[in-house]
């Protein structure tokens, strides 16, 4: 055969026929240009062979003028193989159908765990994930990452400090910590409040202890502010000294700003490409065609398919291209020096903590060398500068 993957699509018969005339029934179908081959002789009046399905309807009309008799005896090909199909097709589309349903439900959100938030802050969550598409029911290809989800609750909840998002084979499971969580006490050895820079007492607040300086009293590092030592000559009792004792302390920052500055900026402009994602090729889906932009940013989001409990090694991947440019903004002398003040009093209170406060500044000196400008500022901070120094026990004898 020439073409035997042909033959098979078209379907083949094999056929056995007997009589006295099978000579002539062979030579016929020849003669008329009917095609067959793997002939097996089996005895004097009887043999076998293989043809096109297509041609086995004329073989009877062959049969009687050859007077030899003839039997279908195995048949193979498409056509065989669709019929059979059809007739099982019941079981079969039952199956197909009974594998997608698990599969369907194995990729689907059964449960949402909180753990660590009181009613109230759990009613929120639950309504912000709902707004989000977290809930029940929900395909997980269609909800945002895991870090997404923390982001939104942690910026959208003023309740929560921290909250934990993990997804665990259809459940959601997330521990949550929050702002007015009640804080264990802490037990606190006897100790003084010392001075831990120098600076100008402008106020204080006292919980435990007994106060050694005043307001406007100047006072150096490891200078005394709050002793843990209670009492008179005849009884004195140690305490754990505690509170706030706040100064005006003194800082100078160098800082720079360049009067031209350039940056990246989104335009607002995206495309979005799906894809599934195999382990040696990505099928792509949705968002054919070029990107059509010259510069952007790549985001991407792959979320893998699971069966029952088993992670298969195909996944549903969305791309997200956002277009970028640059953007060049010119300051002038002016911007510029309230830009690098600005930056000045950032690093301050990076340095500091964001308690800190800036009662003044005043500008001692400032150029522009280079393309920026340079200043040097001093300011007056007002901050607690009190840390306890334990009390040993040969200090109270």
Same mark, same amino acid.
């Given at each position: 055969?020439?073409?035997?993957?042909?033959?098979?699509?078209?379907?083949?018969?094999?056929?056995?026929?007997?009589?006295?005339?099978?000579?002539?029934?062979?030579?016929?179908?020849?003669?008329?240009?009917?095609?067959?081959?793997?002939?097996?002789?089996?005895?004097?009046?009887?043999?076998?062979?293989?043809?096109?399905?297509?041609?086995?309807?004329?073989?009877?009309?062959?049969?009687?003028?050859?007077?030899?008799?003839?039997?279908?005896?195995?048949?193979?090909?498409?056509?065989?193989?669709?019929?059979?199909?059809?007739?099982?097709?019941?079981?079969?589309?039952?199956?197909?159908?009974?594998?997608?349903?698990?599969?369907?439900?194995?990729?689907?959100?059964?449960?949402?765990?909180?753990?660590?938030?009181?009613?109230?802050?759990?009613?929120?969550?639950?309504?912000?994930?709902?707004?989000?598409?977290?809930?029940?029911?929900?395909?997980?290809?269609?909800?945002?990452?895991?870090?997404?989800?923390?982001?939104?609750?942690?910026?959208?909840?003023?309740?929560?400090?921290?909250?934990?998002?993990?997804?665990?084979?259809?459940?959601?499971?997330?521990?949550?910590?929050?702002?007015?969580?009640?804080?264990?006490?802490?037990?606190?050895?006897?100790?003084?409040?010392?001075?831990?820079?120098?600076?100008?007492?402008? +106020?204080?607040?006292?919980?435990?202890?007994?106060?050694?300086?005043?307001?406007?009293?100047?006072?150096?590092?490891?200078?005394?502010?709050?002793?843990?030592?209670?009492?008179?000559?005849?009884?004195?009792?140690?305490?754990?000294?505690?509170?706030?004792?706040?100064?005006?302390?003194?800082?100078?920052?160098?800082?720079?700003?360049?009067?031209?500055?350039?940056?990246?900026?989104?335009?607002?402009?995206?495309?979005?490409?799906?894809?599934?994602?195999?382990?040696?090729?990505?099928?792509?889906?949705? +968002?054919?065609?070029?990107?059509?932009?010259?510069?952007?940013?790549?985001?991407?989001?792959?979320?893998?398919?699971?069966?029952?409990?088993?992670?298969?090694?195909?996944?549903?991947?969305?791309?997200?291209?956002?277009?970028?440019?640059?953007?060049?903004?010119?300051?002038?002398?002016?911007?510029?020096?309230?830009?690098?003040?600005?930056?000045?009093?950032?690093?301050?209170?990076?340095?500091?903590?964001?308690?800190?406060?800036?009662?003044?500044?005043?500008?001692?000196?400032?150029?522009?060398?280079?393309?920026?400008?340079?200043?040097?500022?001093?300011?007056?901070?007002?901050?607690?500068?009190?840390?306890?120094?334990?009390?040993?026990?040969?200090?109270?004898?």
């Amino acid at each position: 055969m020439k073409n035997q993957w042909l033959e098979f699509y078209k379907g083949i018969v094999k056929v056995r026929t007997s009589g006295r005339g099978i000579e002539r029934f062979i030579n016929m179908l020849t003669r008329d240009g009917i095609s067959v081959w793997n002939v097996k002789s089996h005895g004097t009046h009887a043999l076998t062979f293989e043809m096109k399905l297509e041609d086995a309807k004329k073989l009877r009309t062959y049969a009687r003028k050859s007077e030899c008799k003839i039997e279908f005896i195995k048949r193979k090909g498409l056509p065989f193989m669709q019929k059979r199909m059809l007739k099982n097709s019941g079981f079969l589309i039952g199956a197909i159908g009974f594998i997608l349903v698990i599969f369907v439900l194995s990729n689907m959100v059964w449960g949402i765990e909180i753990k660590g938030a009181n009613p109230a802050t759990e009613y929120k969550m639950m309504k912000q994930l709902k707004e989000i598409g977290v809930k029940k029911g929900k395909l997980q290809f269609f909800i945002d990452t895991p870090e997404g989800i923390q982001r939104h609750l942690t910026n959208s909840i003023e309740e929560i400090t921290w909250v934990g998002v993990e997804l665990k084979g259809t459940t959601y499971h997330l521990q949550v910590v929050e702002k007015n969580e009640p804080e264990k006490p802490e037990y606190v050895s006897p100790q003084n409040l010392v001075a831990k820079k120098k600076g100008t007492i402008v +106020g204080m607040f006292v919980e435990e202890g007994l106060p050694v300086v005043k307001i406007n009293d100047f006072v150096k590092p490891g200078d005394l502010l709050v002793s843990g030592e209670m009492g008179n000559d005849v009884k004195v009792e140690t305490v754990a000294a505690k509170g706030e004792v706040f100064a005006e302390t003194w800082y100078k920052s160098d800082v720079s700003y360049p009067l031209k500055k350039t940056s990246q900026v989104y335009t607002g402009n995206e495309k979005i490409k799906h894809s599934l994602n195999f382990d040696l090729f990505r099928l792509p889906i949705w +968002g054919f065609g070029k990107i059509g932009f010259e510069q952007y940013e790549v985001e991407e989001n792959e979320k893998k398919f699971k069966f029952l409990k088993w992670e298969l090694p195909i996944s549903y991947v969305e791309k997200t291209y956002r277009e970028s440019e640059q953007m060049t903004k010119v300051y002038d002398h002016k911007e510029a020096i309230e830009e690098a003040k600005k930056l000045a009093r950032n690093k301050i209170k990076n340095d500091l903590g964001e308690n800190v406060e800036i009662k003044g500044e005043n500008v001692l000196h400032q150029a522009v060398d280079n393309g920026k400008v340079t200043l040097s500022i001093h300011f007056q901070i007002i901050e607690n500068i009190a840390e306890g120094q334990p009390i040993i026990q040969g200090d109270t004898e």
